[in-house]
């Protein structure tokens, strides 16, 4: 994790500071990749606790299409989620605050895309299918920005879209751009999320998880965060654990919370801060 380290460092040295619509300011970069290699261990952040319960639940939530807030908190099994405050927000509809329904966001654009003659295209569903019986297409693409739909979410996309790519050595490997990276809180869920989803791909289509690369767009810290951030920059990463997923699962709907866990993570404190919303 030294790369995300380094990118933390970055931001704090070389940032510009800018305003944007939470009302906290931000210190921000441009455009930052980030690669991790899967054979070396799994990207769970060591110099704090990742909250990794949250992260398959999450991950779980999407891939069945869901944009209930109570399913996510029956899967997190807590009262809140890292989505209560968006369902509760200003920027959404006053009917989200009643029913946790946060609109037409990633999971239901992954597996449920509206096309323009009423059908419902399962985009992810698609790709696992041409990972399995055309593995070197070039289309392995999942989106969840949706122009026409914007404004039917409780928050528009941060992670945008992914793409897959299949060696011919049989590994599996994941790009995701992120147009907006809360890099303090948001940037190690986001790491951890879409090296589970490689790790579950690769499991269901009988491949080797190799490479996660992630292009950071609007890259930034919180200025409330800032302090937090020089604390973490003092820790010295511990060794990565590794990922256990049950061998038996071979679908990719039929992942439960207890097929997924993270082996030997150590981390250091938690270290607290407020989300912006």
């Not at 891939?63 to 807030?69: A, F, R």
């Not at 919370?257 to 270290?271: A, K, R, T």
């Amino acid at each position: 994790m030294r790369q995300y380290l380094d990118v933390l460092k970055e931001v704090i040295e070389r940032g510009v500071d800018k305003p944007n619509r939470t009302g906290v300011n931000t210190r921000a970069l441009f455009l930052k990749p980030m690669r991790f290699d899967l054979r070396n261990g799994f990207p769970a952040i060591t110099t704090k606790k990742l909250a990794f319960k949250s992260v398959k639940a999450e991950l779980l939530w999407f891939l069945e299409g869901s944009s209930d807030d109570n399913r996510l908190r029956e899967l997190v099994g807590n009262d809140r989620t890292i989505w209560t405050l968006n369902a509760q927000s200003e920027y959404w509809k006053p009917k989200a605050r009643f029913n946790g329904d946060l609109g037409r966001i990633y999971g239901v654009q992954w597996r449920s895309w509206r096309a323009p003659d009423g059908r419902e295209i399962d985009q992810f569903g698609q790709v696992i299918e041409r990972i399995k019986n055309d593995p070197y297409n070039r289309r392995l693409v999942v989106t969840a920005w949706n122009p026409g739909e914007l404004d039917n979410m409780a928050l528009p996309p941060c992670h945008m879209f992914y793409q897959f790519f299949v060696s011919p050595q049989q590994e599996l490997s994941l790009a995701m751009y992120q147009r907006s990276c809360d890099m303090f809180l948001g940037v190690p869920f986001n790491i951890a999320s879409y090296a589970l989803l490689l790790h579950m791909v690769a499991q269901v289509t009988s491949l080797e998880p190799h490479e996660l690369i992630i292009v950071l767009a609007d890259t930034h810290i919180y200025h409330n965060h800032l302090d937090q951030v020089r604390e973490q920059l003092s820790r010295e990463p511990l060794p990565l654990p590794r990922l256990w997923l049950n061998s038996e699962v071979k679908d990719i709907n039929k992942f439960t919370m207890n097929d997924i866990e993270l082996v030997g993570y150590e981390y250091h404190p938690s270290i607290k801060a407020e989300m912006a919303v």
